[in-house]
């Protein structure tokens, strides 16, 4: 099964900052990868999907970019509402696999 | 409005089965993928297994394979899992989610949870 690596596992951060996290593929995946939020008790919500698109309704802060087999998730200027869990979730192959997920903390 | 609501989950003991139903509702079943992802308790997301619209293909984690088994009825608009001799590793909130499968694959819509205990 393809491994994802995701890091950081956690970040505090400030409201408006920049803040990025990155998933690495154990494999070439194109670009067959997507970026979820969680928050507590809540299921997933899809924010990107083929590492850049970004999902009808999710807010312009959020991108995603990819180069080989590193992607990364951005948000340009953090608010209140973004402090959650970010996973990744590869969707090359079956078994998809997801990361570990990173915990966005505030400062 | 696209509504996915699982239920049949509860307290099993080790080695017990439980069968998780989806139903499925506001949108055309039959045009998605439907997946099954867990989560255990304060730990991370794990994709559990899919099926395709005809339920002809069916794809499992290595982790319940041989064990768990996906279905789907699409008169009924719902998705299974069967899960046979439960181990304590599979106590987790079970969700289901749909995968449209046009350019690309993504899980666009997720129900609730609900929530799977292995205990004795």
């Known amino acids: 099964a393809i491994q994802m690596t995701q890091s950081p596992s956690s970040l505090s951060a400030s409201v408006g900052d920049r803040v990025t996290i990155t998933c690495r593929a154990s494999?070439?995946?194109?670009?067959?990868l997507g970026w979820y939020q969680q928050k507590p008790g809540k299921a997933p919500k899809l924010l990107i999907y083929?590492?850049?698109t970004l999902q009808s309704g999710v807010p312009s802060r959020f991108s995603g970019s990819y180069s080989g087999t590193d992607f990364t998730l951005t948000i340009s200027s953090l608010q209140p509402e973004d402090f959650a869990t970010y996973f990744c979730?590869?969707?090359?192959?079956?078994?998809?696999?997801f990361g570990q997920g990173t915990k966005v903390e505030i400062k | 409005e696209v509504q996915l609501l699982e239920s049949g989950g509860g307290l099993v003991q080790p080695g017990g089965s439980l069968r998780l139903s989806c139903a499925a509702s506001?949108?055309?079943?039959?045009?998605?993928?439907m997946n099954w992802v867990r989560q255990p308790p304060g730990k991370g997301l794990e994709w559990v297994s899919a099926?395709?619209?005809?339920?002809?293909?069916?794809y499992y984690a290595d982790s319940v394979r041989g064990r768990f088994t996906i279905s789907r009825d699409n008169s009924r608009s719902t998705l299974y899992l069967q899960m046979n001799n439960l181990r304590a590793e599979d106590t987790a909130v079970y969700y289901c989610?749909?995968?449209?499968?046009?350019?690309?694959?993504?899980?666009?819509?997720w129900g609730q949870g609900t929530p799977v205990t292995v205990s004795s």
């Open positions: 989610a749909r995968d449209p499968v046009g350019m690309s694959d993504y899980l666009d819509y």
């Open positions: 506001g949108f055309t079943f039959t045009g998605y993928v």
């Open positions: 099926i395709i619209h005809s339920g002809d293909n069916t």
């Open positions: 494999q070439v995946i194109r670009n067959d």
């Open positions: 083929a590492a850049s």
């Open positions: 979730l590869q969707d090359y192959n079956y078994p998809w696999t």
